[in-house]
């Protein structure tokens, strides 16, 4: 089992940054591809992006490319996503997700096997 635990939401006004972290444990972390999701009220939860395991390759949706950095340190197991110039439509709940799986990019819901409780990130215009 994997167990995650993010950290770092918050109530912020648009234009700052917030970055989110998420710590791993139950598994070597380097074995696990990790992503952030994100899930608003009234849609669907969505990719935001994703990173390799060994941290070289990454993916964003088109909705988050140059604003938000996903990365990962595999020697404190943590996986983090820095968050600039947020927007109100970035609010949502924000979850880590880790999959073994050696395909990629890994953008679909279902390819994540754990998932973490969420962390609310707010942005006020």
């Known amino acids: 089992q994997v167990q995650l635990v993010e950290s770092g939401g918050g109530l912020v006004q648009a234009g700052v940054s917030l970055r989110l972290s998420c710590a791993a444990s139950?598994?070597?972390?380097?074995?696990?591809?990790m992503g952030w999701f994100r899930q608003a009220p009234g849609k669907e939860r969505e990719i935001v992006a994703s990173v390799n395991k060994g941290g070289g390759i990454t993916y964003y949706a088109d909705s988050v490319k140059g604003r938000f950095t996903i990365s990962r340190d595999n020697a404190k197991n943590t996986v983090y996503l820095q968050m600039n110039t947020l927007k109100p439509e970035d609010t949502a709940v924000y979850y880590c997700a880790a999959s073994t799986s050696w395909d990629w990019p890994l953008i679909a819901r279902s390819l994540y096997g754990y998932w973490g409780q969420g962390t609310q990130v707010t942005v006020s215009s």
């Open positions: 139950g598994r070597t972390f380097s074995s696990l591809t």
